[in-house]
């Protein structure tokens, strides 16, 4: 079974929709995951316009703005098929501490059906030259991704791909604590 990384398309959107069906689905769409499925369902292409849109953008947490300036929202789908399984969002550059500190590199969410399933090691193994690919592009010579820290799934993932642990921090953005995870090229 193989896999790929798409940009969002109206031609996905259905499978994507019944995602978020299927349970409480944090789906890392760049600060657009706000948009309710009805408000998506009553204008389809604004949304997909939105979530390919390459103009740097603003996210609000704790009377705090921080920026994004370069990013990219991937879709995940099975070779052959409009089956949407997941996102890879990519922060190449923005407003360091949202960067730096909160967010990092990569955020990936698997649809809630899909979870624990192996489906993000297996679409991760099949992507990971193409995201490696795609940073070194902008200059990226290391990624860091960070989940929460009850989040052992996420953690695992990292681990099993290379990434070294660094830290556990204070998430002042989101609450809690999250844990941090780098990995060289």
Request: glycine share 8%; with cysteine; proline share 3%.
């Amino acid at each position: 079974m193989t896999y790929s990384l798409v940009k969002p398309s109206a031609k996905i959107l259905p499978s994507f929709l019944s995602a978020l069906d299927e349970g409480k689905f944090i789906a890392m769409q760049l600060g657009h995951g706000d948009w309710a499925k009805e408000k998506i369902v009553a204008d389809p292409n604004g949304y997909i316009t939105l979530l390919n849109d390459p103009a740097p953008f603003t996210i609000t947490r704790n009377e705090q703005h921080y920026s994004i300036t370069e990013h990219e929202l991937l879709w995940i789908t099975r070779n052959g098929t409009d089956e949407f399984l997941g996102t890879i969002a990519m922060r190449y550059a923005g407003n360091d501490e949202l960067i730096k500190v909160y967010a990092w590199h990569i955020g990936m969410a698997i649809r809630p059906g899909l979870l624990n399933k192996g489906y993000g090691i297996r679409s991760i193994a099949v992507c990971m030259d193409e995201i490696r690919t795609r940073s070194m592009e902008r200059g990226l010579t290391f990624l860091v991704a960070t989940c929460n820290e009850t989040n052992t799934a996420s953690s695992r993932l990292m681990q099993h791909f290379g990434f070294q642990f660094e830290e556990r921090y204070e998430d002042k953005l989101f609450g809690g604590y999250g844990l941090r995870y780098k990995l060289v090229f």
